[in-house]
């Protein structure tokens, strides 16, 4: 498989890496890291994302500026990390080949060639696993990229499959040139003004159910514009209510912009979310998971959520 993809990048002529719609550190940090080992073998690369804006955080990482939220003419070669399903790329499909790089235990096998392992702490680190099988020389621009990846989906080293191959990653990345301290800092200590203000409005309003098992938040149009959060300053604040010790699922209802809203669920203890999500055609990972609705009922989609994680999860 790892062989099969990379004869498909020595045949194509412009390659597209495409990371997904509402990037995160994780899909950003392996195209990255895919887009710098394939300048250096000497191959056309184009960066799509469907995002009109990046979230800034990720302004360190080499060559951010060149993902373009417009698509080439000609490419005949897409590769998707951390994509669980086509529509994440938000591209038309066409006669070009797709190589899927991913992790997600939901993961559509949308690909020619489908790299997945769903036992990966990161999309980054199946990229890894691909390049070492091939190998590929690192370079430290590229270890920085995928030491991103991992630290981004395990939270710093806390969750999601965290085991000894992930710190032996983690250290291979290093010895290639990550500068661990340095992306630690430039990640967790750049934190918005606004992020800062909405988490003071969760803290403060956040409902508990099923004997303070649930903790669940929502977040309205008006809330976002006071706190002057965007989309991106929501991400992954709903752990803080994980976090809780009697908590086992938080849930986070945030009202999109054109009507509807997208739900976060994190839990912990061996709880699966992704059952839930997938009642609502969601997706994710056992401990984080989510989906989208275009339901305006906001009443009834808490009640239903809430039914349905106690008829689920049997809390
Ligand atoms: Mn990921």
Redesign the pocket.
Known sequence: MYKEAWRLIGDAKHILLVSHVNP?G??LGSVLALYDVLKRANKKVSLYNATKEMPRIYDFLPNIHRIKNKLPKYFDLVISC?CGSFDRLQIERDEYSLINID??LSNQMFGDVNMVDTKSA??GMVAYEFLKANDIKISSDCASCLYV?VV??TGFFSYSHLNKNTFETAAQLVEFGADAKKIATLLKSRVSLARTRLLGYILNNFDLYFEAKVALIVISKDVLAQTGAKRYDTKDIVNVLRDIITVKVSVMILEEKNGGFKISLRSKDGVDVTAVAKEYQGGGHKNSAGFETKSSDLEKLKNDILQNLKRIINL
Do not use: G, K, N
């Open positions: 995160d994780d899909t951390d992790h997600h990161s999309a990846t981004e989906d």
